[in-house]
């Protein structure tokens, strides 16, 4: 494990950083039904929720920034697509609160800020549970001009960040900010510079990626090497191969496995926590601490037990996606000692 001094050194330097990201941008808007408060309503006959608040956060890619701005990280700099909306204004409005700089975020009138509504309600045991969610998104590709305007923008932003975070949130292929098209820019980019950090995590389409550390849980791995393999290590190994990077596989209780281009693999167990956890978000808890230690200077298997550290305090966050701040870890890591 990291030493208290080492683990101090890699935090200090998170302000100093500015880090990229490019995908696919949300608000989560939670709606929290009043208790005990009943209404029926006269058109349906059915219960009418009434709403006590309504709480915006940033979603997607914006769960990232949260991380990454609760960590103490300098500037964050997004880019991403949203729409010319009631939505986007309230997203924007929750990205002023972090250290994040909007200039690459483009307004398409032609499309949906994508949007998870959630509606909480307290069960018999006053325990805040989510009901179904409402999903507000445009179920269609970026035009080929918005597209254009990505790969033009992502060309600049690689040139003045430290390094880029790429998250593709969106299952069906080519439907996200993330299209073959950004892509293929992504490679010719990482080609000229080939020692600038791209951090790919990508629910479905990490098989589609050719280059950048790769970050992934055990079914995402398997699904993106298209083998019959079950071995998560051999999956990895596998990917390593197809990038030339390290593959970061998160296995929750199972810790943080790292294969190395060398073949090496490196593992950071997990942290055993006490009481209810909640793992939403838990995966970009994860990219975060290992992304801003990566750029701190931190080897692979330091990143990994800072990422573990991380997601140790974001998982006893119940009802939210949790964060974690320096004090925070290096408490927790004082605990562990």
């Known amino acids: 494990m990291l030493s208290n001094s080492r683990l101090e050194t890699l935090l200090a330097h998170f302000p100093n950083l500015t880090i990229g990201l490019v995908g696919d941008l949300f608000l989560d808007r939670y709606l929290d039904i009043e208790p005990g408060v009943e209404e029926i309503s006269i058109e349906t006959d059915l219960e009418a929720y ?16 949260n991380n990454l701005a609760a960590l103490g990280v300098g500037r ?7 729409g010319d909306d009631g939505q986007a204004y309230d997203l924007l409005k929750e990205l002023q609160q972090l250290p994040v700089d909007t200039t690459y975020i483009i307004r398409d009138e032609q499309r949906l800020t994508p949007t998870y509504t959630k509606p909480m309600k307290q069960d018999a045991t006053g325990t805040w549970r989510e009901l179904n969610r409402l999903d507000l998104r445009t179920r269609a590709p970026l035009s080929d001009s918005t597209s254009e305007q990505v790969c033009r923008k992502l060309a600049e932003l690689f040139d003045v960040c430290d390094g880029l975070i790429v998250l593709d949130q969106i299952n069906e292929t080519n439907w996200g900010v993330v299209n073959d098209t950004t892509r ?10 080939p020692d600038k ?12 990626f050719q280059c950048g550390v790769l970050k992934g849980n055990r079914a995402e791995l398997l699904d993106a090497l298209g083998t019959d393999t079950s071995s998560i290590e ?15 596989a998160t296995l929750g209780e199972g810790g943080i496995l790292v294969a190395l281009p060398s073949g090496e693999i490196l593992l950071s167990p997990a942290h055993k926590v006490h009481g209810p956890i909640d793992i939403v978000g838990a995966g970009d808890s994860a990219t975060s601490g290992i992304v801003a230690s990566l750029l701190s200077g931190a080897s692979d298997h330091e990143a990994a037990d800072v990422a573990n550290l991380v997601a140790s305090i974001t998982v006893q966050q119940l009802g939210t996606t949790g964060t974690a701040t320096p004090r925070q870890i290096i408490n927790r890591h004082r605990e562990l000692s």
């Open 50 to 65: 009434q709403i006590a608040h309504v709480r915006n956060s940033p979603g997607a890619l914006g769960t990232v920034m």
């Open 76 to 82: 964050l700099i997004p880019l991403a697509v949203i």
């Open 184 to 193: 293929q820019t992504l490679e010719a980019l990482t080609a000229k510079q």
């Open 197 to 208: 950090l791209v951090f790919v995590d990508s629910r479905r389409h990490l098989r589609c």
């Open 234 to 248: 051999q999956a990895a190994k596998d990917l390593t191969q197809r990038t030339g990077r390290p593959v970061y």
